[in-house]
């Protein structure tokens, strides 16, 4: 039997399918985020930035502690989601959802504001003064120009979620087929002393991480710069 037949994939798909899931709900919310930024002059800026920005430098541990008291049967998010739907938040997919995405926020919300900001308000404006609605202006003229950090966005946003291990394992433990990824599933034949496993499976993420940031690199250097 080969190595490769040895080996359960099951963590990676599941790691994939977190990511593209994560990836996804954080580019609807992290848009209209990074665009209030982009052009706010609201006191607030420096504050939600920072909140943002918090992920960057915040342990994966701390984040995922408080996050397994906010989204526990006994917390106040846990508590209504018990309610209306009689499952737990924590130890479930949709619990590593909700952990994944104040995770990657950054990684999404950041490439997103430095676009919109490159866009500037001259091509809005005019798109205005033609009687362009806000909503299409948006649509037709700044997502276009800003390709490049939606790009970055979701690529980045998908491939640091590829990698997550402190904020997972927190939230979601190590469940088979439910809430154990890819990065649990390394620790999990490291302790076993399963060392080529654990190699096969980080050679794994190594490789697809390098390629998502070669693609990235690749992409936004053929994009059109935009500054306004």
């Given at each position: 039997?080969?190595?490769?037949?040895?080996?359960?994939?099951?963590?990676?798909?599941?790691t994939?399918?977190?990511?593209?899931?994560?990836?996804?709900?954080?580019?609807?919310?992290?848009?209209?985020?990074?665009?209030?930024?982009?052009?706010?002059?609201?006191?607030?800026?420096?504050?939600?930035?920072?909140?943002?920005?918090?992920?960057?430098v915040?342990?994966?541990?701390?984040?995922?502690?408080?996050?397994?008291?906010a989204?526990?049967?006994?917390?106040?998010?846990?508590?209504?989601?018990?309610?209306?739907?009689?499952?737990?938040?924590?130890?479930?997919?949709t619990?590593?959802?909700?952990?994944?995405?104040?995770?990657?926020?950054p990684?999404?919300?950041?490439?997103?504001?430095?676009?919109?900001?490159?866009?500037?308000?001259?091509?809005?404006?005019?798109?205005?003064?033609?009687?362009?609605?806000?909503?299409?202006?948006?649509?037709?003229?700044?997502?276009?120009?800003?390709?490049?950090?939606?790009?970055?966005?979701?690529?980045?946003?998908?491939?640091?979620?590829?990698?997550?291990?402190?904020?997972?394992?927190?939230v979601?433990?190590?469940?088979?087929?439910?809430?154990?990824?890819?990065?649990?599933?390394?620790?999990d034949?490291?302790?076993a002393l399963?060392?080529?496993?654990?190699?096969?499976?980080?050679?794994?993420?190594?490789?697809?991480?390098?390629?998502?940031?070669?693609?990235?690199?690749?992409?936004?250097?053929?994009?059109?710069?935009?500054?306004?």
């Amino acid at each position: 039997m080969s190595l490769l037949a040895t080996i359960d994939w099951t963590p990676v798909w599941l790691t994939l399918r977190l990511a593209g899931v994560t990836a996804g709900v954080l580019l609807l919310i992290g848009t209209p985020i990074a665009w209030w930024l982009a052009y706010t002059t609201s006191a607030w800026k420096t504050v939600v930035e920072a909140v943002v920005a918090l992920p960057l430098v915040l342990p994966p541990t701390v984040l995922g502690f408080y996050l397994l008291i906010a989204l526990g049967p006994e917390g106040p998010i846990g508590r209504l989601w018990v309610g209306l739907t009689g499952s737990s938040l924590a130890f479930s997919f949709t619990g590593l959802v909700i952990a994944s995405m104040l995770y990657s926020l950054p990684f999404v919300v950041q490439p997103l504001q430095g676009a919109f900001e490159a866009v500037g308000r001259k091509p809005l404006e005019a798109a205005w003064s033609l009687g362009a609605s806000k909503l299409k202006a948006f649509v037709t003229v700044a997502s276009p120009m800003a390709l490049r950090g939606y790009v970055s966005a979701v690529v980045l946003g998908f491939a640091h979620t590829l990698g997550e291990f402190g904020v997972v394992l927190m939230v979601g433990g190590n469940i088979p087929g439910v809430t154990k990824v890819l990065s649990i599933a390394i620790y999990d034949h490291v302790e076993a002393l399963e060392y080529t496993q654990a190699h096969v499976l980080s050679a794994s993420l190594l490789i697809a991480s390098f390629l998502i940031l070669a693609v990235v690199y690749t992409v936004n250097r053929r994009l059109p710069v935009h500054v306004s």
